[in-house]
């Protein structure tokens, strides 16, 4: 299981990642950051946020991760670029060596209640069209999972392969888990769905529809740096800073099931 208990620390050293310093570690400053990002949210919603509406919730929860990861950034790395769902686009992204693609909050459906853990933060740093760095944080698990020292997580026991989708995009998940002889679950965040298979507890997340590279990016990095296979729905490599930032959807498996969700999702496009 590749969870880190990376926190905030207020104090800063030259190889301190929140330190403008080149040789500092991008792994540790994605996991910094997007562990951060999930403790404002937290502290915000069930504080300050009590007795707002869900709606207005949403809108003010997405905001302040963005803003805390866009400034925490800028005075981290000021020299590279970032692309969020909440920001407006600089197309100097597509010339940057450098370019950080964040989920402020993913699954913001979910975010207003607190008996729901479907919500996540990702922060990821993408060079020449390939993940370098990321980190997802499911503050609902008490976890942030990072590229660093990530290892493939034991399965947990189970009879049947459990095979993971989105709550209204199920029907290719729904093929996979009929082949493999298991079943279908669903969640709402695409960050904690990617992080239930990198934790063992499903075999694969199956989304058949388009997503926008800020869901894909830090899950898909960490996932593959757990040692899982990931590709898009036609079993492509993804890559990332295209002009048109949307993913052709997405596959997270356990590599013992790796061909045969690709022999199931063949048949079925």
Not at 77 to 83: A, G, K, S, Y
Not at 114 to 141: C, F, K, N, Q, Y
Not at 245 to 261: F, H, S, T
């Amino acid at each position: 299981m590749s969870s880190t208990s990376d926190s905030p620390s207020p104090d800063r050293s030259p190889d301190d990642p929140s330190s403008d310093n080149p040789s500092s570690d991008d792994h540790a400053l994605a996991a910094r950051l997007a562990a951060q990002a999930g403790v404002a949210l937290l502290s915000f919603r069930d504080g300050k946020g009590r007795g707002i509406d869900p709606w207005t919730l949403r809108d003010m929860g997405d905001q302040l991760a963005h803003d805390l990861l866009v400034e925490e950034l800028a005075q981290s790395r000021p020299h590279d670029i970032v692309l969020s769902e909440e920001g407006v686009e600089d197309r100097r992204r597509l010339n940057a060596a450098r370019t950080w693609i964040i989920d402020p909050l993913d699954g913001t459906h979910d975010y207003p209640y607190s008996d729901s853990i479907e919500w996540a933060v990702h922060v990821a740093l993408v060079e020449d069209g390939r993940p370098t760095a990321g980190a997802v944080a499911v503050p609902g698990m008490d976890s942030v999972f990072s590229t660093r020292g990530s290892s493939l997580a034991d399965r947990d026991a189970r009879d049947q392969p459990l095979v993971i989708s989105g709550r209204s995009n199920g029907f290719l998940g729904g093929r996979v888990a009929q082949a493999l002889g298991g079943r279908l679950t669903a969640c709402g965040s695409s960050g904690v769905k990617a992080m239930l298979v990198v934790n063992g507890s499903v075999d694969a997340y199956v989304h058949g529809s388009g997503l926008f590279e800020w869901d894909v990016c830090a899950p898909a990095a960490v996932a593959a740096a757990a040692g899982l296979v990931v590709t898009d729905i036609s079993g492509a490599e993804i890559r990332y800073n295209k002009s048109d930032p949307i993913v052709r959807g997405l596959v997270i498996v356990r590599p013992e099931y790796a061909d045969a969700v690709r022999r199931a999702l063949d048949q079925a496009l």
